[in-house]
């Protein structure tokens, strides 16, 4: 991958009216990029503040995922790319957030996300939540996949985890997603070290949900 060709691709990302979400958003939100072969963390859709500010998982969600993040030793853009499958904010008749359609995912996800993993080449990606689990595993149940990983038909090893803004609701789960992401890491290093990569492990912290409210 040359930055060339991942900037080109953004820029026809960020023009594209391919598709009726045009009306509802702000601004396209295509993603960050982190380094070539390495993490990817994948959500659905851009929400309001996501559509405000152009980068997706910002708010109180973003601080979650950022802190759990560091917390193994990653931070985005440096070490980690975040994307959605769908690049615009779906919204309905009065204007709020809503879960994007399965033709919508499978419009702009075949459009768009394959195209930027097909660039990146992650070694990991984390799907955050049911709605972008469904997009690779049509038939998937988050409750049965998450906490697991998962080999996709394109050749990249799948690790499912909640939404941080589904954690943020339901306090009791804070646990189990400090072990996801533990988890996460183990398999993460495990697949760098198979490739020759050495990987400076950090000691890891327990954390509480106030931690991020």
């Not at 396209?28 to 070539?36: F, H, W």
């Not at 996501?50 to 193994?72: A, C, H, T, Y």
Request: proline share 5%.
């Amino acid at each position: 991958m040359s930055d060339d060709e991942l900037a080109k691709l953004t820029e026809k990302i960020i023009i594209c009216e391919s598709c009726h979400l045009k009306d509802s958003r702000t601004q396209v939100v295509p993603g960050i990029y982190g380094p070539k072969n390495g993490l990817c963390i994948i959500g659905e859709a851009p929400g309001y503040n996501e559509d405000k500010q152009g980068e997706p998982f910002v708010g109180r969600s973003g601080k979650l995922l950022d802190n759990m993040l560091s917390d193994i030793g990653l931070e985005r853009r440096k070490d980690v790319s975040i994307l959605n499958v769908v690049k615009c904010r779906p919204t309905t008749e009065k204007k709020e957030n809503r879960t994007p359609t399965n033709s919508e995912l499978k419009f702009c996800g075949e459009k768009w996300l394959f195209k930027q993993l097909k660039l990146l080449s992650p070694k990991l990606i984390v799907t955050v939540g049911s709605i972008a689990l469904r997009f690779f595993i049509p038939s998937a149940a988050v409750t049965k996949y998450v906490g697991k990983s998962y080999d996709t038909d394109h050749g990249i090893k799948l690790f499912v985890t909640y939404h941080p803004a589904y954690i943020l609701r339901n306090y009791n789960l804070m646990e189990v997603y400090n072990e996801h992401f533990e988890d996460m890491k183990k398999l993460y290093v495990t697949i760098l070290n198979q490739n020759g990569i050495t990987f400076k492990e950090k000691p890891s912290e327990q954390k509480s949900l106030t931690d991020f409210l």
